[in-house]
């Protein structure tokens, strides 16, 4: 499944990243080539390897698409999601958004993930 309970229970689809809005300005692209679309400033805040990588000359800056491979775009969903708080760190998915949370420099999640009663 694409999206997290969570998400599942709000109303408006853009919540899921899934599709793109008005304020749309990076796409995340999978292996699989699916894709979330998002924007740089959720991601430079979220994550100082995003910032780097959306701040410096590298081809993401330019192209605004970030390639992920060997990512799952249901584990990054749920990491957009925490960040826009509209999900939480649960049992079936805080086993994921570890490894996650260290590579992508995510202080705060991985201490709540370190924190959660599920690990």
């Known amino acids: 499944m694409a999206t997290s309970s969570a998400m599942a229970h709000n109303s408006n689809p853009g919540l899921d990243f899934t599709s793109r809005d008005e304020f749309t300005d990076v796409i995340l692209v999978f292996d699989d080539d699916r894709k979330l679309y998002t924007s740089r400033s959720i991601l430079a805040v979220l994550s100082p390897v995003f910032r780097r990588m959306l701040s410096s000359d ?3 800056k330019e192209t605004g698409e970030v390639r992920l491979p060997g990512k799952q775009l249901e584990h ?3 990491i957009l999601a925490w960040f826009c708080r509209f999900s939480h760190v ?3 998915n805080v086993e994921d958004m570890i ?3 260290h ?3 995510i202080q ?7 924190d959660s009663k599920y690990f």
């Open 99 to 101: 490894p996650l949370a």
């Open 90 to 92: 649960q049992d079936d």
């Open 103 to 105: 590579e992508y420099e």
């Open 108 to 114: 705060p999640l991985l201490k709540r993930c370190e």
């Open 76 to 78: 990054i969903q749920h």
């Open 58 to 60: 590298m081809k993401e």
